[in-house]
């Protein structure tokens, strides 16, 4: 993972532009961070464990430079410490790299085979060794990044100053994404354009096996082979994405408010005109099968479109981890539509599953929130969820919007199919035209949430539970308290927790769960009973009136099934936001964890 920068200028300082494309990057790694640039013509590095406003403190308030590269880290090789961070530099050459070198042991036995010698645990320091050695025999830096493409194996997008060449960047991209952004007298490098908006919205996006010679006026681009591409400039158009966190402590609190908005928003452009709009949806009709594949939360938003799939349309529908996915035997079929859904459109486990699927010749399409990303040049057809951008690492608004797409898609077909009557698929989307009102109390309701919060903030595992649709949600759930708050907490199918999981309740555990299935919610109420039974404390959301007085309850509104998961997820969502807020953790960057997971 990790963002990388770089700025060639000819008038202005490249310092502020290294570190603010830094700070916008920090969603793909922040454990450690480092800066290389040009003081009186040679090359400076600073590098530090920690966040990129540590690095920033660093910088001496005078230093002024015209050319200069820049790293934020997730760690795969080697410890998160100032010896692993970015810039590595091998004698000659100094780079940042994005992406994984995965022959790099290889690599390096070859290189100290002729006495090269290295401080870091890295795959990196072997990449700029690499180019190093192959400077040092041609001494022709083109030659050198041809050999370098030849001879590493893996991911990489790599910023690179030469010692003998200090009126130029080199950037060189396989797999990992990179960007030159155009500005007058000032040529950057990113691994994402929205990282230097400040400064330009115009780039060229480099594809795999290109390599780019940079001044300050312009960028040559190459091919493998040497010759020069003429790559179309863009011209990033949506709105600017620089955030500030406005009256809220957290980017995730503001995003999970932004929920009111952001539904409707992603939803209008199929519901506004009735069915018509509706039916702007893909056909899914000539379909046999629907997979869908995704991570993390991506994936629960499959989940819950599983549910609706296979119990409303009767259409066939499976779920998979991309991580799985790319590895297994998937009968791949034309009959088969594959969704791909991603916030990032960045995931590497996800895009590769994209590339499998397109190599057989099957039919793609993607659910995504960030436009222009890589994902969206794969997939044959995208909907966008419009979100917005999403800050915090754990994901809440793009995880409704998803659900909100799923939903719509869902209904598309089922109306299709003829499984759903005209009154019925209007009602529906009258219940989606109304969720800011089905939503805002279930916003408002802190106080529950934070009475949760400080019952459950000390202890160390949490179950989740629910039947059907609930137990998709109660992933979803879990998932969220975990990775903000650091407590062990799982989900499980309300009916397995007698199959062995319910030895693990004591006193006092906390279980949360949701039943909001006619059919299914005196079952999941047992369940509880046996928990309650065992000593553990009970958290309910519902849309059925009960009251027992040894189970908290946060009621919902009673709605169809297309929208109950959007009000489900509310009160989990900010369960785990004031629990984590409770324990003092770093809420919008938890440990060990990146907004976009560019490495499998
Ligand atoms: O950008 P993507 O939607 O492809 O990301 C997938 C997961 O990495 C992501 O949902 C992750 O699980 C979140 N941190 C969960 O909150």
Not at 291 to 301: D, R
Request: with cysteine; glycine share 4%.
């Amino acid at each position: 993972m990790c963002g990388i920068v770089g700025a060639i200028s000819k008038d202005r300082n490249i310092l502020p532009i290294l570190i603010t494309g830094l700070k916008n990057l920090e969603y793909r790694g922040y454990d450690s961070a480092g800066i290389a640039y040009l003081r009186n013509n040679k090359v400076t590095i600073k590098k530090i464990t920690g966040k990129v406003s540590k690095l920033e403190s660093k910088l001496n308030k005078n230093d002024n430079s015209h050319l200069g590269i820049a790293h934020t880290r997730w760690a795969t090789h080697g410890k998160a410490n100032a010896i692993n961070a970015h810039p590595h530099r091998y004698k000659h050459i100094t780079i940042v790299h994005n992406g994984i070198i995965e022959n790099f042991k290889e690599l390096k036995d070859m290189l100290e085979k002729e006495n090269y010698i290295f401080k870091s645990s890295t795959d990196s320091e072997v990449a700029a060794a690499l180019l190093n050695y192959y400077y040092e025999k041609y001494n022709d830096i083109e030659k050198t990044i041809k050999e370098f493409m030849n001879k590493a194996i893996g991911s990489y997008a790599i910023g690179m100053i030469v010692d003998n060449d200090k009126d130029n960047l080199y950037a060189i991209k396989k797999e990992s994404p990179l960007i030159i952004g155009i500005s007058n007298n000032t040529i950057m490098l990113s691994s994402d354009i929205r990282a230097i908006l400040k400064y330009t919205n115009k780039y060229y996006i480099l594809d795999d096996y290109e390599y780019a010679k940079i001044n300050y006026n312009n960028a040559i681009i190459k091919n493998k082979t040497g010759k020069q591409i003429n790559k179309e400039l863009k011209e990033y158009k949506n709105e600017d994405t620089t955030n500030s966190k406005g009256k809220y402590k957290h980017f995730m609190l503001k995003e999970i408010m932004e929920q009111k908005e952001t539904i409707l928003k992603t939803a209008l452009p199929f519901i506004e005109d009735g069915i018509n709009s509706l039916l702007i949806m893909p056909d899914l009709t000539k379909y046999k099968e629907i997979a869908i594949v995704g991570c993390g939360t991506a994936y629960h938003a499959g989940l819950v479109a599983k549910y609706l799939f296979t119990e409303l349309t009767n259409t066939r529908c499976n779920v998979y981890l991309a991580s799985e996915y790319r590895y297994q035997n998937n009968f791949l079929s034309k009959d088969t539509l594959t969704i791909f859904i991603s916030q990032s459109g960045e995931t590497a486990d996800t895009i590769a599953a994209i590339k499998l699927v397109k190599s057989k010749g099957c039919p793609t399409l993607g659910i995504i929130n960030v436009e222009e990303s890589s994902m969206t040049f794969l997939v044959d057809k995208c909907l966008y969820t419009k979100a917005g951008s999403e800050i915090a690492v754990a994901s809440t608004k793009a995880y409704t919007a998803q659900v909100t797409i799923l939903s719509l898609l869902v209904l598309s077909h089922a109306y299709r199919n003829k499984n759903i009557s005209k009154e019925k698929v209007l009602e529906i989307i009258d219940e989606f035209k109304n969720i800011k009102t089905l939503i805002t109390p279930l916003l408002n309701n802190k106080e529950i949430y934070l009475a949760i919060a400080k019952d459950i903030y000390k202890e160390e595992d949490i179950f989740y539970i629910g039947r059907g649709l609930d137990y998709a949600l109660s992933m979803e759930g879990a998932l969220k308290l975990k990775e903000i708050s650091y407590i062990h907490s799982e989900s499980y199918a309300a009916g397995e927790l007698k199959h062995g999981t319910i030895s693990l309740i004591r006193k006092n555990t906390p279980v949360l769960c949701s039943a909001t299935n006619e059919r299914l919610n005196a079952k999941t109420i047992s369940n509880l009973k046996e928990v309650l039974a065992r000593g553990a404390k009970v958290y309910l959301i519902t849309d059925e009136k009960i009251k027992d007085d040894n189970i908290t309850i946060i009621n919902i509104k009673k709605t169809s099934d297309f929208i109950k998961s959007l009000l489900v997820i509310i009160p989990y969502q900010l369960i785990a936001y004031y629990t984590a807020a409770l324990r003092g953790t770093d809420i919008d960057k938890p440990k060990n964890l990146a907004k976009s997971v560019t490495v499998e």
